[in-house]
């Protein structure tokens, strides 16, 4: 089992610029959440998908966006990149429908952005 | 709604020594909380969970946590640190209905002096 997995490791954009970032959830998990972990704080809830829609959203603009595709793994888009931006964006998987899964999110290694 | 508060944003500690790292928690629904080790560079690794079983959680390298509600604590402790110990560890509160949902604290950077 190869856990969850994102790509890539790291990327360097420029102010104005759009970024993809990816994830493949762990095996047996349906479930995909997004967290921005800014230099010195904590992770931050971005948005979770689960079956292939936004179930929860946290408090960030529309700039933010995402889609899961049918075999659960998930892109993360953010148009518009401000220099804010820039931080650590962690994937975790989790299981919604049950399973030892259940209770616990299991995250990636992340991804690092940088804008300049 | 959910908030964690970690306080002490550094603590150090001789190698050996009790390690305390605290956590308080609010939630307006029975919690799910974790605690998670972070090395520079790393995603986040699972240290323990409480998940409304037993109140005192053992979890991976020696560590454990005690859930008090009367508190509304999750406080992580180790009896004698290592070296490896040295980290940043992050406190969460997860409503029990959506484990992937959570709310973290602001972290502890733990140093182990020799």
């Known amino acids: 089992d190869a856990g969850v997995t994102q790509s890539p490791t790291h990327l360097i954009k420029t102010r104005g610029q759009q970024v993809t970032l990816r994830c493949s959830p762990k095996?047996?998990?349906?479930?995909v959440s997004w967290y921005q972990q800014a230099l010195g704080q904590g992770p931050q809830f971005i948005f979770q998908y689960y079956e292939e829609e936004e179930r929860q959203r946290g408090n960030f603009p529309d700039r933010f966006s995402g889609h899961q595709f049918p075999n659960y793994s998930s892109e993360l888009n953010v148009n518009a990149l401000l220099l804010g931006d820039s931080a650590l964006y962690l994937c975790?998987?989790?299981?919604?429908?049950?399973?030892?899964?259940?209770?616990?999110?299991?995250f990636g290694p992340g991804t690092r952005l940088t804008v300049l | 709604a959910q908030s964690v508060t970690q306080l002490g944003s550094h603590v150090s500690v001789s190698e050996g020594a009790l390690v305390l790292l605290r956590c308080n928690y609010s939630?307006?629904?029975?919690?799910?909380l974790f605690w998670y080790v972070q090395y520079p560079n790393q995603g986040l690794q699972l240290l323990l969970k409480?998940?409304?079983?037993?109140?005192l959680v053992k979890g991976i390298n020696g560590f454990e946590a005690e859930f008090k509600k009367s508190e509304t604590s999750f406080h992580l402790t180790k009896p004698s640190a290592h070296m490896s110990d040295a980290a940043e560890y992050f406190c969460a509160v997860t409503p029990n209905t959506n484990a992937g949902k959570s709310t973290f604290g602001d972290g502890t950077t733990l140093t182990v002096k020799p």
């Open positions: 939630s307006s629904v029975p919690p799910y």
């Open positions: 095996s047996g998990h349906d479930t």
């Open positions: 975790a998987s989790s299981s919604l429908i049950g399973g030892e899964a259940y209770n616990e999110q299991f």
């Open positions: 409480y998940t409304s079983a037993a109140t």
